[in-house]
């Protein structure tokens, strides 16, 4: 899984996803597919990509903005991966052929 995983799943299905970095920092991929730091205020001495390969919590959430408090769902890192390379997916159906 990578941060171009990521970034389509945000954009497929309207989500925000959350992880937090190793130096406590916490990344948001926003429904756009932009990841956000914001508590970045210069240039980063990392790497996003390898700062995500060692993210273990995912926080996932709906991008839609309503009167309700969004349901806010944690993912473990294969959880994650799965959801992001289509492995699982609740909303998958298996494509149907006329041969």
């Not at 925000?16 to 508590?39: D, Y």
């Not at 959430?61 to 944690?74: L, T």
């Amino acid at each position: 899984m990578n941060l171009a995983d990521l970034r389509k799943i945000t954009v497929k299905k309207n989500l925000r996803i959350r992880f937090t970095l190793s130096n406590g920092m916490e990344c948001v991929l926003n429904e756009h597919g932009v990841a956000k730091l914001p508590s970045l205020h210069s240039v980063p001495a990392f790497n996003l990509e390898d700062e995500l390969s060692h993210a273990r919590e995912f926080l996932v959430e709906p991008a839609a903005s309503g009167k309700d408090k969004p349901h806010v769902r944690r993912y473990s890192r294969d959880e994650m991966a799965a959801l992001a390379t289509g492995g699982v997916s609740g909303e998958a159906h298996p494509e149907e052929h006329d041969d």
